[in-house]
């Protein structure tokens, strides 16, 4: 079975400062991770993804994220935060043979001026 | 591309009565998909199509739940008999094409509040 922890519901930093969120996965398989963003009121908007490629994955607003099987992680980072991050994160996990996402619960992020 | 579009954005209803919450994917895309999203949780998965053929359900869509995609472009989805456990936020979303590495482009929600 998948599933997907996202540790720390809630998230705050400096503006500037590092952002760190985090997802750790299970999985029967090597999965397809995704982090996406979803700003109040609105839908969910891709940050970037992880295919089996590269585990160093750039997305978008400056955002990456490394696939580590080892540790079973896909944390999200930005070296710099800004105000414009403020936004609830999530991590989801797909089954290469399957067809659903399996989402995490979620953080929040605050950025702190 | 306009992006997925759900209409309407949010509902109102008591107790008892029926909803529908429809979904236009974005054009020519294959996959359409719907999620629940209850507050301070992710979204989770109701039930997706492939064209007009709607092929996997989760067993959260109990018996009150019906969706649709007649001519598989856009997508109803029908709860009769509401409760309030329904209240949620429903999201849609859609992807071009098959492998569950394709990315899911998701619509604004509808936000169903049941009295």
């Known amino acids: 079975a998948q599933s997907v922890t996202q540790l720390g519901s809630h998230v705050s930093v400096s503006e500037g400062a590092l952002v760190l969120l985090r997802c750790n996965y299970s999985?029967?398989?090597?999965?397809?991770l995704f982090w996406y963003v979803q700003y109040p009121n609105q839908g969910l908007q891709l940050l970037l993804k992880?295919?089996?490629?590269?585990?160093l994955v750039k997305g978008i607003n400056g955002f990456e994220a490394e696939f580590k099987k080892s540790e079973t992680s896909f944390h999200l980072t930005k070296p710099s935060a800004h105000m414009s991050d403020a936004a609830e994160y999530f991590c989801?996990?797909?089954?290469?043979?399957?067809?659903?996402?399996?989402f995490g619960t979620g953080t929040s992020l605050t950025v702190i001026p | 591309d306009t992006g997925v579009s759900q209409d309407p954005r949010h509902k109102i209803t008591k107790r008892g009565q029926n909803v529908t919450f429809r979904c236009d994917p974005i054009?020519?895309?294959?996959?359409l998909y719907w999620y629940r999203q209850t507050l301070g949780q992710g979204p989770e998965f109701l039930t997706y199509?492939?064209?007009?053929?709607?092929?996997?359900k989760s067993r959260l869509l109990s018996d009150r739940f019906s969706a649709e995609r007649p001519k598989g472009s856009f997508s109803t989805l029908e709860i009769q008999r509401t409760e309030q456990g329904d209240s949620a936020m429903y999201l849609c979303?859609?992807?071009?094409?098959?492998?569950?590495?394709?990315?899911?482009?998701f619509g604004p929600g509808t936000r169903l509040l049941v009295l």
């Open positions: 979303a859609s992807s071009p094409r098959l492998g569950s590495q394709e990315t899911q482009y």
């Open positions: 999985s029967s398989v090597p999965p397809y």
């Open positions: 992880y295919t089996s490629a590269a585990t």
């Open positions: 989801a996990v797909s089954r290469p043979t399957g067809n659903q996402f399996y």
């Open positions: 054009s020519e895309h294959n996959r």
């Open positions: 199509f492939q064209n007009e053929a709607q092929l996997e």
